[in-house]
């Protein structure tokens, strides 16, 4: 691990300002993604900038009738909150289907959005990674890759976003708040938050230099069943080969997402229409520009089937 300075901020916008002002500089929450690349010197940060200190770990209703997650709301408390569980149970299922209980604890919900991806070859400094160091090659393209993506790729990266948590959040229509340098705010559709890779993979969302989560917003609940189906190697400590998180009304209409086959979580609203006539219609809308691999191929009939188990569980 490399050298680095650090400091304790004080405020949101005093906390963005110190991370736009500075090259080379980062925030730290939780630590649990951000730590083990510095270890790697995957990242190499000059200088952290601690936000534990401000009050952005609370829980509170909306004006509307929805939730609002501060950004350093633990994983373990947000999965155990009274409301998330009655009204978003998604959320909660998503998230204990995640990492482990101790990484659960520490993990925050912006650190959540902003993990990278668990590509190996992105994580062996010795292999050519575009989103590592751009320009240089991506292994995986011809390399191994059934545990990487299929749909949102492109000639320059097929690395998904490993994350359960935001799968979930995008089904739920969720919205990011930020404060940027300057003090001004804005909201973002968690629909529009992480990128696709195009030319450049090295930028996984669209947030600006120094721009600062500081909560994520679900709309009032909208009642149907919720779920959470993920399909692993393992039965725990493992990314989703690929998950499906589920908001189902009794008439099987609803809201769908897919995890473990893009660079972001994978859903349309064409797909979600198309619900009610069941699981293969929706995923033939969601990977008609399908790109996998040999290796990966098999992850469209597995997500197919991930959503009928779901769909199956919804009408019983």
Same mark, same amino acid.
């Not at 090295?202 to 709309?219: F, H, M, Q, S, Y």
């Given at each position: 691990?490399?050298?680095?300075?650090?400091?304790?901020?004080?405020?949101?916008?005093?906390?963005?300002?110190?991370?736009?002002?500075?090259?080379?500089?980062?925030?730290?929450?939780?630590?649990?993604?951000?730590?083990?690349?510095?270890?790697?010197?995957?990242?190499?940060?000059?200088?952290?900038?601690?936000?534990?200190?401000?009050?952005?770990?609370?829980?509170?209703?909306?004006?509307?009738?929805?939730?609002?997650?501060?950004?350093?709301?633990?994983?373990?408390?947000?999965?155990?909150?009274?409301?998330?569980?009655?009204?978003?149970?998604?959320?909660?299922?998503?998230?204990?289907?995640?990492?482990?209980?101790?990484?659960?604890?520490?993990? *925050?919900?912006?650190?959540?959005?902003?993990?990278?991806?668990?590509?190996?070859?992105?994580?062996? *400094?010795?292999?050519?990674?575009?989103?590592?160091?751009?320009?240089?090659?991506?292994?995986?393209?011809?390399?191994?890759?059934?545990?990487?993506?299929?749909?949102?790729?492109?000639?320059?990266?097929?690395?998904?976003?490993?994350?359960?948590?935001?799968?979930?959040?995008? %089904?739920?229509?969720?919205?990011?708040?930020?404060?940027?340098?300057?003090?001004?705010?804005?909201?973002?559709?968690?629909?529009?938050?992480?990128?696709?890779?195009?030319?450049?993979? *090295?930028?996984?969302?669209?947030?600006?230099?120094?721009?600062?989560?500081?909560?994520?917003?679900?709309?009032?609940?909208?009642?149907?069943?919720?779920?959470?189906?993920?399909?692993?190697?393992?039965?725990?400590?493992?990314?989703?080969?690929?998950?499906?998180?589920?908001?189902?009304?009794?008439?099987?209409?609803?809201?769908?997402?897919?995890?473990?086959?893009?660079?972001?979580?994978?859903?349309?609203?064409?797909?979600?229409?198309?619900?009610?006539?069941?699981?293969?219609?929706? *995923?033939?809308?969601?990977? %008609?520009?399908?790109?996998?691999?040999?290796?990966?191929?098999?992850?469209?009939?597995?997500?197919?089937?991930?959503?009928?188990?779901?769909?199956?569980?919804?009408?019983?």
């Amino acid at each position: 691990m490399k050298s680095f300075t650090y400091e304790r901020a004080t405020s949101p916008a005093a906390a963005a300002s110190a991370v736009a002002s500075r090259p080379g500089a980062k925030f730290i929450a939780g630590g649990t993604n951000l730590l083990d690349l510095m270890k790697l010197e995957i990242e190499t940060p000059t200088h952290l900038v601690d936000v534990n200190g401000l009050a952005l770990d609370t829980i509170e209703d909306t004006a509307d009738g929805g939730l609002r997650i501060g950004a350093l709301v633990r994983n373990t408390d947000l999965a155990a909150h009274p409301r998330v569980r009655r009204d978003y149970a998604a959320l909660t299922r998503a998230i204990v289907a995640g990492a482990s209980g101790q990484l659960r604890n520490r993990a *925050t919900t912006a650190g959540n959005l902003l993990q990278r991806t668990r590509c190996p070859y992105f994580y062996d *400094t010795n292999m050519p990674c575009n989103k590592r160091a751009a320009g240089s090659g991506c292994s995986a393209i011809g390399g191994y890759s059934r545990q990487l993506g299929i749909v949102g790729v492109s000639d320059s990266c097929i690395a998904t976003y490993p994350g359960d948590m935001a799968v979930a959040m995008r %089904a739920l229509k969720a919205t990011v708040e930020t404060v940027r340098a300057d003090g001004a705010t804005r909201q973002i559709a968690l629909a529009d938050f992480h990128r696709l890779p195009g030319d450049d993979p *090295t930028r996984d969302n669209v947030l600006e230099r120094g721009e600062l989560i500081t909560a994520v917003t679900l709309p009032a609940p909208v009642g149907g069943r919720h779920f959470y189906q993920k399909v692993r190697d393992r039965a725990s400590y493992a990314y989703a080969l690929v998950s499906v998180a589920a908001v189902v009304q009794p008439d099987g209409s609803g809201t769908i997402a897919v995890g473990g086959v893009a660079p972001r979580p994978w859903a349309m609203a064409e797909a979600d229409a198309a619900l009610p006539k069941g699981s293969q219609a929706a *995923t033939a809308i969601l990977f %008609a520009d399908a790109r996998p691999t040999e290796e990966n191929r098999f992850k469209i009939a597995l997500a197919e089937r991930a959503l009928a188990s779901v769909l199956s569980q919804a009408r019983s």
